[in-house]
């Protein structure tokens, strides 16, 4: 398969998948994103450690700007992002991997949450 029809190809998948499912996508991105920068981090590899934790921001943004703000879980979640956001900037800038590693862990057991929760909607149909 060519590059163009592999573009093609991944598109699809993603304009084909449920709401869960494209959230799991997104979560299972920023722990890859966060273990990368933490693997960056050990190497001293500073340019790629700080390009993934920009883009852990960035997902973590487009993951609060996606809060349907009517239920009060949203709110819950809206500061945990914050939270996120605002450790992953300590972390940046310290160079701390243990703040890093809380952030992921975090995100692991949140991302576990979610899944779950698909899983146990998936099974209610």
């Known amino acids: ?47 790629v450690y700080e390009a993934s934790i920009e883009r852990s921001v960035a997902i973590i943004d487009y993951l609060d700007s996606t809060l349907d703000r009517q239920y009060p879980i949203s709110k819950n979640l809206a500061q945990l992002y914050e939270y996120f956001t605002y450790e992953l900037g300590r972390a940046k800038i310290g160079r701390r991997k243990e703040v890093l590693t809380h952030v992921k862990s975090m995100v692991g057991e949140l991302r576990d949450a979610f899944r779950q929760a698909q899983k146990s909607g998936d099974s209610g149909k």
């Not at 093609?8 to 959230?23: A, C, D, H, W």
């Open 1 to 47: 398969m060519d590059m163009k029809g592999f573009q093609s190809y991944k598109e699809q998948s993603v304009n084909t998948m449920t709401q869960g499912e494209l959230l799991l996508l997104l979560y299972d991105e920023l722990y890859k994103r966060l273990s990368q920068a933490e693997l960056m981090l050990d190497q001293q590899n500073f340019p």
